[in-house]
């Protein structure tokens, strides 16, 4: 039998960006193939090349002093073998979307926000196919459908901002999907998802890859994710390919520093909670040549010191636990309701009601950590916005400290805001671009009066950047010199700036990758430690919640339908939907990888 031909052979690809400190190699000279069926994931952490490889092979680095090099040799269908760094622009335009597709990580920054959804999607149908714009919008909501989104023909007329960030993200789906492409680009593509629509998400690009013989270039810093889908792996780090192989392999037995840093950090649902979770650094050291060597004591093991100590993290003080039964709660909120009017007609009659939040009650102790689990759309976030009134209640009270904090004039909210802050989930979004990040934590300060002057207030910002791990360089700098993880601790520094007592922490994690987001969760503990901070932690990844949380709420349709400890929780679920949540986790397990990798093998062997 002949050896088939790569669908993408990429050789030697290189994509510098001229900087004032010089030239910076963002990809240096890698190179790997893609055959068709197969599935082929990049990991890494953020900044190591994963997302440039992929546009630069697109051709979509549009930057003053970038270059690129090398070559991607692709079996175009229309155009036969060619080179896409060097096709011209005007054949690229025709085989983006149709012959190669891609799934941006920033489903908000790619969709245009002037247009309604279903019309950005048909619009790509309506380009490279024959189809009439009747048989376009069928097949749109038809793969709106197939992308789980609620009530398609609504999102089909939606605009944008009116979904929420995973809804934009099955829209992004949907519309690289469209034309059954034959190489599918998926840049991080269930980072902003729920557990339970990741694991369709991934179900259908597989169904995708097995029903058109399509090549998935998959990007991720989730290994979970990656152990079940992949047949091939490629570790990324600083530009260059560490390590390379098949998924089994590398799982089984990693051989790089890095890749062993990886595959440790993320918390599993096998494991015990513990005070710290292991980083990359744990692992590896680089010199100043770049030459990484491995270190000895790999797995850092809590000591009886550390758990006593200020890094004790989710071991619980049993001592502590007693007190904290015994005194009031911190936060009560009762029979709580969040109700948006669905309006309609010239008029604006208000039709109906979307019951966002919908009678939820719950209490918190001083220094307990809950998380809040549940899909995208079940009320989460609105839920966490409404506890600071971000959002205004339909009903019921939030008593905060012995007040109800929904009765507040705006003047006794504004002052009382300092015992309560928020970790948004958008970093970016929520730090003002013109302020240096130091500007940004001594403002609320300013605001609140806290310190006698401004020079005691900038000293303070800066002993809060030191503590989450930045350093003197970086004070004076504005948010987009910063990366993702730096922008959410600058984030946490700006939340700790009022020593409130309470913060609600949306999503923290969620877009950072591996080892920085086992960074932040350390740091979140053992800030919880110092300063006595009581959080409630939103999320969709129950393994964290299980690592971070005391109690965990899991919210469906607006509701709380069941709580408990984790342990109890992940031992004995009471109700269907929480177990569904459950078994949609990637478990990342070594027999769950053998499984799928031994699954995939007897699909391809035409078994399955």
Known sequence: MSTPTPILQVRDLETAFSTQGGTNRAVDKISFDIYAGETVAIVGESGSGKSVTALSIMQLIDSPGSRAGGKAIFQSEKFGQVDL???????????????????????MSSLNPVYTCGKQVAEVLLLHTNLTKKEAKARTIALFEKVQLPDPE?????????????????VM??????????ILIADEPTTALDVTVQARVLQLIDELRVKENTAVLFIT???????????RILVMYKGKLVEHGKAVDIFTNPQHPYT????ACRPKLSDKPQSVLPTVSDFMEEDAFGNI???????????LLDVAGSFAGTVPDLKQEQVNQQMAPLLQVKDLKVYFPIRKGFFGRITAYVKAVDGVSFDMQPEETIA???????GKTTLGRTLLRLIEPTEGSIIFMGRDVAGLDKEELRKSRRNFQMIFQDPYASLNPMHTVVEAIVEPMRVHKLYASDKERRAKAMELLEKVGLVPEHFHRYPHAFSGGQRQRISIARALAL????????????????????QVLNLLNRLKQEFGITYLFITHDLSIARYMADRILVMSNGRIIESGTPEELFRNPQQEYTRTLLNAIPKGELEDVLRAQQKREAMKAGLV
């Open 372 to 378: 809040l689990v549940g899909e995208s759309g079940c």
């Open 260 to 263: 062993k840093g990886l595959l």
């Open 154 to 170: 609504r999102i089909f007329d939606a605009y944008p901002h009116e979904i929420s960030g995973g809804q934009k993200q099955r």
């Open 173 to 182: 789906i949907a519309m690289a999907m469209a034309c059954a492409p034959a």
């Open 85 to 107: 760094l060097q096709l011209p622009e005007k054949q690229m335009r025709q085989l983006r979307g149709n012959e190669i597709s891609m799934i941006f990580q920033e489903p």
């Open 293 to 303: 060597t491995e270190k000895k004591k790999q797995v850092y093991e809590p000591s």
């Open 499 to 518: 020593q409130p007592k309470y913060i609600i922490c949306d999503e923290p994690v969620s877009a950072l990758d591996v080892s920085v987001q086992a």
């Open 221 to 231: 810093h989730d290994l979970g994710v990656v152990a079940e889908i992949a047949d």
